[in-house]
């Protein structure tokens, strides 16, 4: 299984970084939009709502990982290897570890960086303390991104063609940054926005990283959400590993 996951992770490393175009998309694109837009866009104007509007469009962007991931899986039908692969019959568990585990890399580097850009230059506050504010940005982080790979992965084993899947990959970045209190904090949004944002992993990001900052640093918010991305992600992930079949012929145009 390791030599599986390393294998294929290798191979999506380099692929990653031959492109370089990516980090565009999870760097450039949230810094320039968060920074014209400012906070007034969340609807927030006390101490530190810079900061947080910087983190909600890393959250929202941080979904780029769904069409990165839709990207390492099609790749074996843009260069014809996906047939050596079904041959080969890898465990599907491993195949999907490697070939998401780079884009997870680059998916929570990215919320990493803003976050700390966030604390360190735009004066968002910890609450809970320095450490213990860390702490608490990293529960919610790290799930959050896992949900956004696991999310790609399942939308593969439902979508055949690459031009439709790398279609909904930005309009499920639009709607559920949206829906989630990513732009506009959720309190700000209509009645009808605020319940559909309950079903979105943007929203239990955001409530956490809203009370580890500009609320009172309370860890039971922290952690309830927190555990509720982990089993997003974790319940995500199994189903994708369920429905993976190799042997299906995809297409890459």
């Given at each position: 299984?390791?030599?599986?996951?390393?294998?294929?992770?290798?191979?999506?490393?380099?692929?990653?970084?031959?492109?370089?175009?990516?980090?565009?998309?999870?760097?450039?694109?949230?810094?320039?939009?968060?920074?014209?837009?400012?906070?007034?866009?969340?609807?927030?104007?006390?101490?530190?709502?810079?900061?947080?509007?910087?983190?909600?469009?890393?959250?929202?962007?941080?979904?780029?990982?769904?069409?990165?991931?839709?990207?390492?899986?099609?790749?074996?039908?843009?260069?014809?290897?996906?047939?050596?692969?079904?041959?080969?019959?890898?465990?599907?568990?491993?195949?999907?570890?490697?070939?998401?585990?780079?884009?997870?890399?680059?998916?929570?580097?990215?919320?990493?960086?803003?976050?700390?850009?966030?604390?360190?230059?735009?004066?968002?506050?910890?609450?809970?303390?320095?450490?213990?504010?860390?702490?608490?940005?990293?529960?919610?982080?790290?799930?959050?991104?896992?949900?956004?790979?696991?999310?790609?992965?399942?939308?593969?084993?439902?979508?055949?063609?690459?031009?439709?899947?790398?279609?909904?990959?930005?309009?499920?970045?639009?709607?559920?940054?949206?829906?989630?209190?990513?732009?506009?904090?959720?309190?700000?949004?209509?009645?009808?926005?605020?319940?559909?944002?309950?079903?979105?992993?943007?929203?239990?990001?955001?409530?956490?990283?809203?009370?580890?900052?500009?609320?009172?640093?309370?860890?039971?918010?922290?952690l309830e959400s927190s555990a509720l991305l982990f089993l997003f992600g974790a319940a995500l992930t199994a189903l994708a590993a369920v429905r993976l079949d190799p042997r299906k012929e995809r297409y890459a145009i």
């Amino acid at each position: 299984m390791i030599a599986v996951i390393g294998t294929f992770a290798l191979i999506e490393y380099r692929a990653l970084v031959r492109a370089r175009f990516p980090f565009v998309w999870f760097l450039v694109l949230p810094a320039v939009t968060s920074a014209i837009l400012g906070p007034a866009v969340a609807g927030l104007s006390e101490a530190g709502a810079t900061g947080r509007v910087t983190v909600g469009f890393g959250v929202m962007f941080s979904y780029m990982t769904v069409n990165y991931v839709g990207r390492a899986l099609y790749r074996e039908f843009d260069t014809h290897t996906w047939r050596r692969t079904a041959t080969a019959a890898p465990p599907k568990a491993g195949y999907l570890l490697g070939k998401c585990l780079p884009v997870l890399t680059v998916g929570l580097g990215q919320l990493l960086v803003f976050a700390t850009f966030a604390v360190t230059v735009l004066g968002l506050p910890l609450r809970a303390g320095a450490a213990a504010g860390i702490a608490q940005l990293m529960l919610v982080l790290v799930p959050f991104a896992i949900t956004g790979v696991a999310t790609g992965a399942l939308l593969y084993t439902v979508i055949r063609r690459a031009e439709v899947y790398f279609s909904l990959t930005y309009l499920i970045l639009m709607v559920l940054g949206a829906l989630g209190g990513a732009i506009v904090a959720s309190p700000q949004l209509p009645g009808w926005s605020q319940a559909a944002g309950l079903v979105t992993p943007h929203f239990w990001a955001m409530r956490a990283v809203d009370e580890a900052t500009l609320g009172t640093g309370d860890w039971s918010v922290v952690l309830e959400s927190s555990a509720l991305l982990f089993l997003f992600g974790a319940a995500l992930t199994a189903l994708a590993a369920v429905r993976l079949d190799p042997r299906k012929e995809r297409y890459a145009i």
